[in-house]
C-alpha cells in the first residue's frame, strides 16, 4: 500500500468552527482538528482561551496532501475565510483569540505566507492594512472534543 505524503498547515481566521468546516470541504485536505495555539499558558481550555488572558488564538490544523492540493491554495482559502485587516477579533467574535494568524512549520511556508500576503494586500486590501500574524508554529493543544467538526455535527454528520 502507497504511504501518502502528507504536509500540515496551521490558521487561526477567527471561531474556529467554520473555519474548520471550510478547509474540511477542500479536495486533498486529509484531516481538521481545532485548538489553540500561541499562547503563554500551559494545557489550555476553552474557558481559558475565552477569558482573553492566555495568548492563544483558536485555530485549525489542517493535514493535506501537497499532490492535491498546495499549500498556496490553502492560503487562498485563508484570505477568503474571513477578514484579515479586522483587529482584535473577526465579526462579532472580539478578542485576540479571533485574530488572524498564519502560523508556519518551515522556512518555505514563512516564505510563501508572506508573499501571498504580500500579493493579497496589494490585490485586495489598497488601503486597509492586513494585521495577519505570520509566526512559527508553536504548541498546538487540540480543543476538547465537542468543538471538532463542530459544524458537521450540528448538521448530523461526522
Not at 490585490?123 to 458537521?152: C, D, N, S, W
Request: proline residues 4%; charged residues 30%.
Amino acid at each position: 500500500m502507497e504511504k501518502k505524503h502528507t504536509k500540515e498547515a496551521l490558521f487561526a481566521a477567527g471561531c474556529f468552527w467554520g473555519v474548520e468546516e471550510t478547509f474540511r470541504q477542500i479536495p486533498g485536505v486529509l484531516d481538521t482538528e481545532v485548538g489553540y495555539t500561541g499562547g503563554n499558558v500551559p494545557s489550555p481550555t476553552y474557558e481559558k482561551v475565552c477569558g482573553g488572558d492566555t495568548g492563544h488564538a483558536e485555530a485549525v490544523r489542517v493535514s493535506f496532501d501537497p499532490s492535491k492540493v498546495s499549500y498556496e491554495q490553502l492560503l487562498e482559502v485563508f484570505w477568503n475565510e474571513h477578514d484579515p485587516t479586522q483587529v482584535g477579533g473577526q465579526g462579532a467574535d472580539i478578542g485576540e483569540q479571533y485574530r488572524s494568524a498564519i502560523y508556519y512549520y518551515d522556512d518555505e511556508q514563512r516564505r510563501t505566507a508572506e508573499q501571498s500576503l504580500e500579493r493579497i494586500q496589494k490585490e485586495k486590501y489598497l488601503g486597509r492594512k492586513i494585521v495577519t500574524e505570520i509566526a512559527p508554529a508553536e504548541m498546538f493543544t487540540r480543543a476538547e472534543e465537542y468543538h471538532q467538526r463542530y459544524v458537521a455535527k450540528q448538521r448530523g454528520g461526522k
